[in-house]
């Protein structure tokens, strides 16, 4: 991937975090997910009051890819956490959101590459890696 398209897709994944509601964790996280037509959807956590029930950065951005009407083309995606919490290292999508990837990436074959944002460092991760094995669509048919 172009060291180009990887700035801009980290920026939207930047920009997506403003809109979080993360009242309770105060961990703003956004997500933004890249098409083989150039096109980026992006997400951000929202929490609710009944904890649990909170839906995350990625799964939110799957949630629109695929309410849109996108079945498939995931390219690349780039995750990226608050600065100044934690110890600044990458965050990785959590093991839903890994398997939520999944169930749209296996729609159309691909293998994105996963952009894990840290302070000082994006770890680049397939997410073949991420989430070997996986159980998706082609299972159920
Ligand atoms: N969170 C995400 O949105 N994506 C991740 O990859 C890790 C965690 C959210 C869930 C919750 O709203 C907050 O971050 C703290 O866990």
């Known amino acids: 991937m172009e060291q180009q398209h990887e700035a801009e897709l980290i920026a939207a994944a930047r920009k997506a975090a403003v809109q979080a509601y993360a009242p309770y964790s105060d961990y703003p ?3 933004a997910l890249l098409f083989e037509d150039g096109a980026i959807i ?3 956590n929202v929490e609710n009051a009944s904890y649990g029930l909170s839906l995350c950065a990625e799964t939110n951005a799957v949630s629109k890819a695929l309410g849109e009407g996108r079945r498939g083309g995931l390219v690349a995606v780039a995750v990226i956490g608050p600065e100044g919490k934690g110890d600044g290292a990458p965050i990785t999508p959590c093991g839903r959101c890994r398997q939520v990837l999944n169930e749209l990436a296996a729609l159309g074959a691909t293998d994105p590459l ?3 944002v840290g302070t000082i460092e994006v770890r680049r991760m397939t997410l073949s890696a991420l989430l070997p094995h996986a159980f998706g669509p082609a299972h159920l048919h």
């Open 42 to 44: 992006t997400g951000a």
């Open 29 to 31: 996280v956004g997500a």
């Open 114 to 116: 996963i952009l894990c």
